[in-house]
């Protein structure tokens, strides 16, 4: 299967199924205003198309050149080439297709419905490596283990129907105890690759908040930004609400994180147990109102907290935060549910899209390449997925697309024989047209049947 697109003569699948979001979304000038051009040879479009279909041949980078060196002009150094070009501003880029993707997804929903930001991170493994540049011992709060490799936060746009990744950062540890590699770019503070390393650097919540920052204005700005309770922290839900932002957190249960209620500072534990819960098969056991406080802030910000049982343990309990205090109770549950939309998007990512494991980089401007690649081919998946009404999840999609993107490549290889073994009885035999067509079909039925039924949508197009 060829994956190039038909400006260079060659059969591409895998390109025309992605031709019509990179026209459509004209990605060709977003690359160019991302600092993405070309000083020699291959034009940076062709191997921006390259990559983003490479996940769906099944096939890995060096197979795929090997096996066709007349068919791609190019060989695997420009590649590297590609992702390691420092002056590239991939986060920009991301975040202005996701705005474009966003203002047309936001056409298909309803005003009635809520669209969030959301907050999270997730493991960036390479525990094999040893010279990745800002490789870190990392610890994975969901499993509490360590891993060797670097700690990916993402924000991303939800409706709760389809989630949008808007910007992303791969963060290395601040405490150079846990730095394993340092930095390896030149120490130039006016370059985007310096500034680049030493965002990387910075603790999550600060880059969390300088990501909402950035976001402000645009069309992927939301009224609410949802996170879990590892972020949930007094202080950082001040700090989103003085961006402008209303906060829906699940809280930590920490003795230390505690709200202004009736007078006192107490616990969240404190105010659960001080209150009577509400009976019956109730969304929610208990709603009460709470000021929000901390050293570092002048005043107070009015919250609701909103206390709804563990459905993994029923005799547990969960508390939801909301500075919004005009929204209901059920509202809150709602919109912190939405929340869920960032993990099978980790989850695809990693398995399917092959963010840890498609190339085996070292320079840190090439992973953010490559993590930039493959958060578009995400966002690729999740609005075909919106569009179509497909009622697959975006993982079903996936290897669905795969599988269809096959079919189509042997489809259209067998009906170009066909086309030439017509014109070869044409020329030769000099049939008539009803001659030609019925050995034509004579010839299809004494196919193995295995072969007819991969040529179901071609003949069924015929």
Not at 23 to 30: S, T
Request: aromatic content about 10%; overall charge positive; charged content about 25%.
């Amino acid at each position: 299967m060829t994956i190039m697109p038909n400006e260079t003569g060659i059969d591409n699948s895998i390109f025309i199924c992605c031709k019509k979001f990179i026209k459509r979304f004209q990605i060709n000038q977003l690359l160019r205003q991302s600092n993405a051009t070309k000083e020699k040879g291959v034009k940076t479009y062709d191997v921006f198309a390259f990559l983003l279909g490479l996940v769906f041949t099944g096939k890995n980078l060096y197979t795929l050149i090997d096996n066709n060196p007349d068919k791609i002009p190019f060989g695997k150094d420009v590649i590297y080439r590609f992702l390691r070009k420092a002056c590239v501003n991939w986060v920009m880029f991301l975040f202005r297709l996701s705005c474009r993707v966003i203002k047309e997804v936001d056409k298909l929903t309803s005003e009635g419905r809520k669209s969030v930001l959301i907050i999270d991170d997730s493991s960036y493994v390479r525990n094999r490596s040893k010279k990745v540049e800002l490789l870190s011992r990392c610890r994975d709060h969901a499993t509490g283990k360590y891993y060797k490799g670097l700690t990916l936060i993402t924000i991303g746009w939800s409706d709760g129907q389809t989630f949008i990744p808007v910007s992303f950062r791969l963060l290395g540890s601040g405490n150079d105890a846990n730095l394993l590699e340092g930095a390896q770019a030149n120490e130039d503070n006016r370059t985007l690759a310096t500034k680049r390393r030493v965002d990387a650097r910075t603790d999550k919540p600060a880059m969390a908040l300088s990501m909402l920052e950035a976001i402000k204005g645009s069309e992927a700005q939301a009224k609410h930004v949802v996170f879990d309770s590892w972020y949930a922290s007094p202080s950082f839900i001040l700090s989103v609400k003085q961006k402008g932002y209303d906060v829906v957190a699940r809280l930590k249960n920490h003795k230390n994180h505690q709200y202004i209620y009736n007078g006192e500072t107490l616990p969240v534990s404190a105010i659960h147990d001080m209150n009577k819960k509400r009976r019956g098969k109730s969304k929610y056991l208990l709603s009460v109102t709470v000021e929000v406080r901390h050293n570092g802030f002048p005043g107070t910000v009015p919250a609701k907290i909103v206390f709804v049982r563990d459905r993994s343990n029923k005799k547990n309990w969960i508390a939801l935060l909301s500075t919004d205090t005009a929204l209901t109770e059920e509202e809150i549950i709602c919109l912190y549910g939405k929340r869920w939309d960032i993990e099978p998007f980790h989850k695809i990512i990693k398995s399917c899209l092959r963010l840890e494991k498609e190339f085996q980089l070292r320079s840190y401007d090439a992973m953010t390449a490559h993590a930039t690649i493959v958060m578009t081919r995400y966002v690729l998946l999740s609005l075909e997925n919106r569009e179509n009404k497909d009622f697959r999840s975006i993982n079903d999609g996936f290897h669905a697309l795969c599988q269809e993107l096959d079919d189509i490549s042997f489809s259209f290889a067998f009906d170009l024989i066909i086309s030439v073994f017509i014109q070869c009885l044409n020329d030769y035999f000099h049939l008539a047209k009803h001659q030609i067509s019925e050995f034509v079909d004579r010839f299809i039925v004494c196919l193995p049947c295995n072969i007819k039924n991969k040529l179901i949508i071609s003949l069924c197009e015929s």
